[in-house]
């Protein structure tokens, strides 16, 4: 019955009725599993619950509408309207990994989702994760980027710093005026032909951050894929990303540092 009821509600979620009438229910080990740093808690028994939730957390949120499971309801961030569409699934009668299973059939359609314990949320729009990162902190959730696929990533080189990083950047195109900035670092090259990213950065057109592990910066690259205000050109290898204003500037920086290029808008 589980099973059955778990094939159900993954086809109403991905808006698939027509190939809904002959489905057949998955197999524990057909299953796309819930990735291992969700957060088992909190748990809610129904999607007025997160509401509850989010308001907590200072995002107040207004019904619009609501669903089998779920809800969607409406808030402003940054003076924009964000429509947070929820699902709640009763863990009496869905596994962890019945709960993920569905959350990665909107992530292979190229959404972003919210998620934490039993639930789940898609943020509207949904190309600017920012929203989405707001909404995860409000209720102490993560961020699950679309799984978009990536190119292959040279395993080295590996910093042990940001600033092992800058430095490496530097003598390849130049780093200097360097900010220190929510475990970024901002600075500007030496050859780069445009800058337009000037308004947010002044002259700095390269952001340097590392990441804890290849999953995290993985999911680092398909937010920042997500992203329908990001013209940045991205270098990655190792345990580390930059982004560059300038495209000249990171085609040099991924010959010179061995890095291989992401593609901001992916092609599937």
């Known amino acids: 019955m589980k099973r059955t009821a778990t094939a159900l509600t993954a086809c109403l979620l991905a808006g ?9 229910a998955p197999s524990s080990g057909e299953l796309t599993p819930m990735p291992s740093y969700v957060p088992a808690a909190p748990q809610y ?7 509850t939730a989010l308001g907590r957390g200072g ?25 947070n569409q929820i699902q709640v699934l009763d ?30 949320i898609r ?12 909404i995860a902190k409000a209720v102490d959730a993560v961020v699950l980027p679309p799984l978009y696929r990536l190119p292959s990533i040279p395993t080295k080189p590996v910093y042990g710093s940001v600033d092992a990083l800058a430095g490496a950047l530097d003598r390849a195109v130049g780093c200097t005026q360097r900010k220190h900035s929510a475990g970024e670092v901002l600075c500007e090259t030496k050859v780069a032909r445009t800058r337009p990213c000037g308004a947010s950065g002044g002259t700095r057109d390269a952001g340097l951050r590392l990441h804890d592990s290849s999953a995290a910066r993985d999911d680092y690259l398909r ?3 997500s992203d329908d205000h990001v013209p940045y050109y991205v270098v990655t290898a190792g345990n580390w990303t930059i982004q560059f204003c300038d ?14 290029v992401v593609d901001h808008k992916p092609s599937d």
């Not at 698939?16 to 057949?24: N, P």
């Not at 028994?45 to 509401?51: G, H, L």
């Open 247 to 260: 495209a000249a500037a990171g085609r040099e920086a991924a010959d010179r540092l061995g890095g291989a």
């Open 16 to 24: 698939l009725l027509t190939a809904c009438d002959a489905f057949k």
């Open 223 to 225: 937010l920042l894929m």
């Open 59 to 83: 995002v107040d949120c207004a019904v619009l509408r609501r669903k089998p499971g779920g809800l969607d309801c409406k808030t402003r961030i940054d003076g924009a309207e964000v429509e």
């Open 123 to 134: 943020v509207l729009p949904n190309g600017t994760p920012s929203y989405s990162e707001k």
């Open 45 to 51: 028994k129904t999607p007025e619950d997160v509401v």
């Open 91 to 120: 863990p009496e009668k869905f596994s962890r990994n019945e709960v993920g299973d569905s959350i990665a059939r909107w992530r292979t359609s190229g959404n972003t989702v919210v998620a934490a314990g039993n639930w789940f």
